[in-house]
């Protein structure tokens, strides 16, 4: 079997609804701490590879929302986690043969939500990366620690040039459900987020669509031999 890291419940749901049970799936919403625990108790239950799975966001204009992205290595400041070769051909192949389209560009892990266009700018230019999350470069580590092949299948939501209202942050919950009295009061404060605000709602079902595709055309094993 093996272990899931998702970003949200939303994700996590995802994979239970399209049968991916035998497998062992956490939630971490990016925090460091919280995501290297559950990671190390799907090591301790038995997990024989760990997987990231979910959404991820954009920083160069050919990454479009609904792209998904099966990347070859995670990049932070300071490491460089390579994903398991023979895993990651697998789920390309399985992907591909079900008219997936799949892209293969390096991510970066980072230990922040990259909310601003100048932010996603400035990750782009510094690391050379088209795609961000803040789980991945997590699990790749305990991977990594572990000796156990790690992988990683996303689903881009934001775009390079998308500005997030800086107020989702406060109104997410560690489940990564968003809470409305916060939501609405981050509205009050900054009417203009509306635009931004129903952008960001339009790509994420159309991330969330595609990421249920992805699922569905998943073997039981994720791909893991």
Request: proline residues 4%.
């Amino acid at each position: 079997m093996i272990g899931i890291i998702t970003g949200l419940l939303s994700e996590a749901k995802i994979l239970y609804k399209s049968g991916k049970e035998p497998t062992f799936i956490k939630t971490a919403v990016g925090n460091k701490k919280i995501t290297e625990k559950l990671a190390w108790d799907l090591v301790e239950q038995g997990a024989k590879g760990l997987l990231s799975f979910g959404l991820a966001g954009g920083l160069t204009p050919e990454i479009k929302s609904g792209d998904i992205i099966i990347p070859d290595q995670v990049l932070t400041k300071n490491d460089m986690f390579t994903t398991d070769y023979i895993w990651h051909q697998n789920i390309v192949r399985y992907l591909s043969v079900n008219n997936l389209s799949i892209k293969q560009n390096k991510l970066l892990g980072s230990d922040i939500p990259l909310i601003s266009v100048e932010q996603k700018k400035s990750m782009h230019d510094i690391f050379n990366v088209s795609c961000v999350d803040m789980e991945s470069h997590h699990v790749a580590r305990v991977a990594q620690q572990a000796k156990l092949p790690f992988l990683v299948i996303r689903v881009i939501i934001d775009t390079y040039n998308d500005q997030m209202p800086s107020f989702i942050i406060k109104a997410m919950q560690q489940d990564g459900t968003i809470t409305i009295i916060p939501l609405f009061k981050g509205i009050m404060v900054e009417p203009t987020s509306i635009y931004n605000m129903a952008k960001l709602g339009i790509n994420f079902f159309k991330a969330i669509k595609q990421l249920r595709r992805v699922a569905r055309c998943l073997p039981i094993t994720c791909g893991l031999q």
